[in-house]
C-alpha cells in the first residue's frame, strides 16, 4: 500500500499529511476523477486536498472579435 504501482486511494481531501506518509503515494478526488499524490516532506501539516486542484483556470477574458466590432 502506497507504492507507485499501488497508491492509497481516498476522498478525504480534509485529512491532514502527518509524518509517517512522507514517501506515500496517493490518490486523491477532486470531485471528478482521482489526482496522483507523493508525499514529500514539506507536506507534512497540510491537507491532501490542497494538492489535487478542483477547478481548472482558463484564464482572464479573452478579447473575442465580435467585441472589438462593436466598440
Not at 496517493?26 to 477547478?55: C, K, W
Amino acid at each position: 500500500m502506497g507504492t507507485k504501482e499501488n497508491p492509497i486511494k481516498t476522498w478525504s481531501r480534509a485529512c491532514r499529511i502527518p509524518p509517517e506518509f512522507v514517501g506515500k503515494y496517493f490518490q486523491v478526488h477532486n470531485g471528478r476523477i482521482f489526482i496522483d499524490v507523493y508525499i514529500s516532506e514539506d507536506m507534512v501539516g497540510h491537507a491532501l486536498g490542497e494538492f489535487a486542484p478542483t477547478r481548472t483556470f482558463r484564464g482572464h477574458g479573452e478579447i473575442v472579435k465580435r467585441t472589438l466590432e462593436k466598440t
